[in-house]
């Protein structure tokens, strides 16, 4: 007689009406448009690729220097360069659409009229799976940090954007508030699928002896293992306000860090700054989440959401 | 194409008071790279420092090169000045060290074997990326103009020659070595050497105001004037927008060193 030893756990979940392979994607603005990292991993395994941002009309960009490594961190202010939407459907969408892993195309825009002219041209697409609405980007006025500010402004954008879309519309928040969980509520209010969490956080660096900023702009955005614990209550705190599912981002590096935020209360998990320093990472979350599952005897990674104990 | 792979250290030692080479073998990207290529090396696995930092390929020996012994091996000349190069510095034989490489578009070559007249200038550890031309471009004439803040910082001045005619020009900043004065001042008084209606090709690698003090004072006639750039990287292979530099191309005037460079044509380099 054969013992079933080995156990495959279920790694699949769902972003509301999005049904992932398994919880792990890459963030927007980490992963170029995909094909960087095509000599180094195999992009089909990934839960979902979440290309950089994407507006309207193209954007230069913030002058450099760009980035500034900090203890544990990176403070970046890219300034959401993109080359706007027409170029990004006629040359970088092509690659996207043929991976075989979901695809969620991530955009923002300078006014409410930008978003919703945005997610309605997105929504005739063959190929995107879901939207990911950015109201939270510290580096530029526009990147939607006005409107991801203040919760009945996100909630009258979100809503306004659901009526352009019939795609899963996930909203990614911002930080840099008081409350977010108000600006979840507004998202939620709205008519949000989900929303992810969080953004990177406003953030400085002075070089001592040339007294001028390390940034080109100043102020950039932190990211990377020093912001998790912050994330992780954060995305806590989120998922018991709000009912729509939350995906967890802040300085996850392997799957330990994942579980946490899934234990937290977490459907789905973005990877971020891990794909710069490891452009395999993504996938070795994947891993390490798999074996914490077979180890802790997890069958379903759905069954430890939001699974901590108090 | 670039790959992702552990390099092994063969040999990793001080050269001067605060620079280093280190040697690894590494075949996997010893028989890809060209002139002006570059890797992103982990320097540690604590997250101190978390970033990967880019390093140009001092030297490389494919699987064909006539010296056996050296096949598969990668060198790097480096300077030791922050937590990462402290690093580095400790690295033993035998230790594995990642990398990801080799990346960038490298420094274009005259049509070989080169009968080009040649210029090279480099500042500082800048002369690691210049280094590796000697070998294709020797058999042309070629003048090499190196510089430092003092004369530990006089990196290089045996790699070339072995060819027809090497010229090498010394400048240090504090008068220790060669002529005082910086590496540019020195070039910019010896250009009458050059002929500006011959077609030079000019290689040029520096900190940024070392490349921007020659861009001013360089008139170019009809040479070619490559820079190859330095940059803070994020990734180092295209995915974060980090390490842009401004040129000027009217539609993308930031463009990313580790993708559209690290080489540029001078000419293309925006200055603010």
Not at chain 1, 48 to 68: D, E, H, Q, Y
Not at chain 1, 210 to 216: A, N, T, Y
Not at chain 2, 169 to 190: H, P
């Amino acid at each position: 007689m054969r013992i079933k030893t080995v156990q495959k756990p279920d790694l699949s979940v769902d972003i509301g009406r999005l049904k992932l392979k398994n919880p792990v994607m890459v963030a927007s603005g980490t992963f170029g448009y995909g094909r960087e990292f095509e000599d180094f991993m195999a992009l089909n395994r990934l839960g979902a690729v979440i290309p950089k941002g994407i507006s309207l009309n193209p954007m230069p960009g913030n002058p450099p220097p760009r980035i500034f490594e900090t203890n544990g961190g990176m403070i970046n202010s890219i300034g959401l360069q993109n080359p706007g939407l027409r170029v990004f459907i006629k040359e970088k969408l092509p690659y996207l659409k043929e991976l075989k892993t979901d695809l969620i195309i991530n955009f923002f825009g300078n006014t409410q009229k930008e978003y919703v002219r945005l997610a309605g041209a997105l929504d005739g697409v063959a190929g995107i799976s879901a939207l990911e609405m950015n109201v939270s980007c510290p580096n530029v006025k526009c990147g939607g940090i006005v409107f991801g500010s203040d919760p009945r402004m996100t909630c009258r954008l979100v809503s306004a954007v659901r009526k352009s879309t019939g795609l899963p519309l996930i909203v990614k928040l911002s930080p840099n508030v008081t409350d977010i969980t108000a600006t979840a509520r507004g998202a939620e209010d709205g008519g949000a699928d989900a929303v992810s969490l969080v953004n990177t956080f406003r953030a400085m660096a002075i070089n001592i002896y040339s007294r001028k900023p390390e940034l080109g702009n100043v102020i950039g955005g932190l990211s990377g293992p020093a912001i998790k614990p912050i994330a992780v209550r954060m995305v806590w705190e989120v998922y018991r306000a709000i009912k729509i599912p939350v995906i967890g981002i802040g300085g996850i590096m392997n799957g330990e860090d994942a579980i946490e935020f899934i234990l937290a209360g977490a459907s789905a998990v973005q990877i971020g700054t891990a794909n710069l320093i490891n452009p395999g990472a993504a996938l070795e979350v994947a891993e390490g989440i798999k074996k914490y599952l077979l180890q802790a005897k997890v069958n379903r990674i759905r069954d430890l959401i939001g699974g901590f104990e108090i | 194409m670039a790959i992702q792979t552990d390099g092994i250290v063969l040999n990793n030692r001080r050269i001067k008071p605060l620079y280093f080479l280190l040697e690894m073998d590494c075949p996997a990207i010893a028989d890809e790279t060209k002139p002006g290529q570059f890797v992103m090396l982990r320097t540690s696995n604590d997250g101190r420092p978390l970033l990967r930092r880019p390093f140009s390929v001092y030297r490389s020996y494919p699987a064909h090169h006539p010296e056996k012994r050296k096949r598969g091996h990668l060198l790097i000349l480096y300077k030791m000045v922050g937590q990462g190069t402290r690093k580095m510095a400790a690295f033993k034989k035998g230790e594995k060290v990642n990398l990801i490489g080799p990346l960038g578009n490298g420094f274009t070559l005259p049509p070989l074997p080169s009968s080009a007249r040649t210029i090279l200038i480099g500042g500082g550890v800048g002369m690691a990326s210049l280094s590796p031309l000697n070998e294709p471009l020797r058999s042309g004439q070629l003048s090499v103009f190196i510089g430092g803040k003092t004369k530990d910082d006089i990196l290089c001045e045996n790699d070339f020659g072995g060819g027809k005619g090497s010229n090498i020009f010394i400048a240090t900043e504090d008068g220790s070595r060669g002529k005082k004065g910086t590496v540019v001042t020195l070039f910019l008084s010896e250009m009458k050497r050059f002929d500006k209606n011959e077609p030079y090709h000019v290689y040029v690698c520096g900190p940024d105001e070392m490349v921007k003090a020659l861009s001013k004072g360089i008139k170019s006639g009809k040479w070619t004037i490559q820079a190859s750039m330095e940059a803070r990287m994020g990734c180092g292979f295209g995915a974060c927008w980090g390490c842009v530099l401004k040129t000027t191309d009217p539609q993308t005037p930031y463009q990313r060193v580790c993708q559209a460079g690290p080489v540029f044509n001078l000419r293309e380099i925006v200055w603010e």
